[in-house]
């Protein structure tokens, strides 16, 4: 399925839309816990706990809608079944 592959691209794309429309979001958080000024440049800088809450949220967020769509894929398709071997989809 094209739908986890999709949301993570977007959900990575998101660091550039905030940065281009100066929206301050999660990925901004993360980059800014990462990184931080040094005059015209960044330079690297970890606020370590702040990186981990950071990148912890895009975590599960990525794991929770993948298991939704699991979830909802076997549910629409009834050829799709949970722990079963036997019938395999060919």
């Known amino acids: 399925s094209e739908i986890p592959n999709t949301f993570v691209f977007v959900m990575s794309s998101s660091f550039l839309i905030e940065r281009y429309y100066n929206i301050h979001g999660v990925t901004w ?4 816990s ?3 000024p040094f005059g015209e440049a960044y330079g690297l800088a970890v606020d ?13 967020l990525s794991l929770g809608l993948v298991l ?9 398709d009834p050829r799709i079944r949970m722990f079963q071997k036997d019938r395999v989809i060919s």
């Open 29 to 32: 958080l993360l980059f800014d």
């Open 34 to 36: 990462l990184f931080a």
């Open 48 to 60: 370590l706990p702040l990186a981990m809450a950071a990148s912890s949220f895009y975590i599960f």
């Open 68 to 76: 939704i769509i699991d979830l909802v894929s076997a549910w629409l």
